[in-house]
């Protein structure tokens, strides 16, 4: 059953003033039947009643609109051009809430926001109310990020690489199940569905409806065209082409399965690291405890395990990494924190007690919540080498020589989820038969 977004055609000026014409015919036609009717019999013609009346206007009407669709009115067209000044716009919008709110106080006051501004902000503030996960301040950073990967600099030169956006091609209905583990964790998807031109058929995670609904309905009050292009269901997913799938490592085994039969991109879990060398600088070991602690380290974007130079002192770390001290001050993350310190004690592990971190040396490349995993390494040897299942387990490495600190949550467009593009899969052609 669809929610929030209504799937109707968006009819252009042309057909609404056609289907309006064709109505006052019909009227026409049935008064003049009526008149005709009378002067020639005894007795006047029995009026039709309202609702059998309202019943033939509303059939002639599909009548008309079906006519003139074929007689050569055509639906709105959305060129790529136009698809990115809404996403550019939705950015300013996000940018601007982002700015205005500041961890959980609006200062400039809510009536003081412009509308598309205002549903942002008014998110950032309350959405902790219904996901605990979503503090205020891990929402602003998700709608600061995404606002300002959006601009139309970074859009157009993500763009440049996909020269088949030009050539014409049919529009597909493509299904995407998100993932609620971070906000809005699903929107790049979206985004990529949309800017191919293709109509979105979008199953929302519960824990993260508000915000996705927030996305499209801004989008649609930016270019109310893009209403046909977007529905949000939250039953099953039917009446698609292609499908993005995203969850855990039990879910994509069932996702594989169930879309087996058509073009699918399942993703999985996912993990991140870090590498340090040694030479880095206290700034840079500040901006690490983005990487690993924003969004209480849910996503998989999020660095879990670190790959220390031998005679590294890993006590010294969670000095660094201050900024974030007061996260056990979260419920649910003292929780976690408590319970991995006391099985910890339990099985008389070793392990550095940060006060709202522990760190333990282990091979695991994923950590549970509150811990951080590290490693040596033998300096002049091969920095990294990626254990079992190799690079099939990374999301994302950070450090000298790759993504700098503090940047492995705020990805560029061209940062595809799992190293998979996104938008290549969505203009390959599919194959006959």
């Known amino acids: 059953m669809a929610v929030s977004m209504p799937t109707r ?43 059998c009346k309202k019943e033939l206007r509303y059939s002639f009407s599909l009548f008309a609109v079906t006519f003139f669709t074929f007689a050569g009115v055509k639906r709105e067209d959305l060129s790529t051009e136009r698809l990115v000044e809404a996403f550019v716009k939705l950015g300013s919008a996000m940018r601007d809430a982002a700015a205005t709110v500041s961890g959980s106080a609006c200062h400039a006051g809510p009536a003081a926001l412009p509308g598309l501004t205002l549903r942002f902000a008014s998110l950032i503030e309350t959405l902790h109310l219904a996901n605990p996960w979503f503090t205020p301040a891990n929402v602003r950073r998700a709608v600061e990020a995404i606002g300002q990967s959006l601009t139309r600099e970074r859009m157009e030169k993500w763009l440049r690489a996909y020269p088949g956006l030009k050539e014409a091609r049919e529009q597909e209905t493509i299904g995407v199940v998100m993932a609620g583990n971070i906000p809005m964790v699903g929107f790049h998807d979206l985004l990529c569905v949309l800017i191919t031109g293709n109509r979105l058929l979008a199953k929302l995670s519960s824990k993260d409806e508000q915000l996705m609904k ?14 046909g292009r977007i529905e949000l ?19 994509s085994r ?32 500040e901006l690490l405890a983005d990487d690993i602690f924003s969004y209480f380290g849910l996503g998989c974007r999020n660095v879990s395990k670190l790959w220390l130079p031998e005679g590294y002192d890993p006590t010294s770390l969670p000095a660094h990494w201050s900024g974030y001290g007061n996260l056990c001050a979260h419920h649910k993350y003292a929780v976690n924190y408590d319970h991995n310190k006391a099985v910890m004690i339990v099985n008389r592990d070793r392990y550095t007690d940060g006060g709202f971190v522990l760190l333990r040396e282990s091979p695991s490349l994923s950590a549970p919540m509150a811990v951080v995993h590290y490693e040596f390494y033998r300096p002049g040897t091969s920095r990294f080498v990626a254990p079992e299942a190799g690079q099939e387990l990374l999301q994302c490495i950070a450090g ?31 194959i006959a038969g």
Do not use: C
């Open 214 to 227: 927030a996305v499209t309905e801004t989008l649609t009050d930016i270019d109310p065209a893009l209403e």
């Open 9 to 51: 055609a968006i009819i252009p000026n042309a057909m609404i003033a056609m289907v309006s014409t064709a109505l006052t015919l019909f009227d026409l036609i049935a008064l003049n039947a009526t008149l005709t009717f009378s002067q020639n019999n005894a007795k006047p013609l029995t009026v039709l009643p309202p609702d």
């Open 400 to 430: 000298h020589g790759h993504l700098p600190f503090g940047t492995t949550q705020r990805p560029e467009l061209w940062d595809y989820a799992d190293n998979t593009d996104t938008i290549s899969f969505l203009l390959k052609k599919k």
């Open 233 to 251: 269901t939250t039953g099953r997913l039917q009446g698609f082409t292609r499908v993005i799938a995203t969850g855990s490592n039990n879910t």
């Open 254 to 285: 069932y996702f594989e399965y169930y879309f087996r039969n058509v073009p699918s991109l399942i993703r999985h879990n996912r993990n991140s690291v870090a590498i340090l060398d040694g030479s880095e600088t206290p700034g840079e070991l």
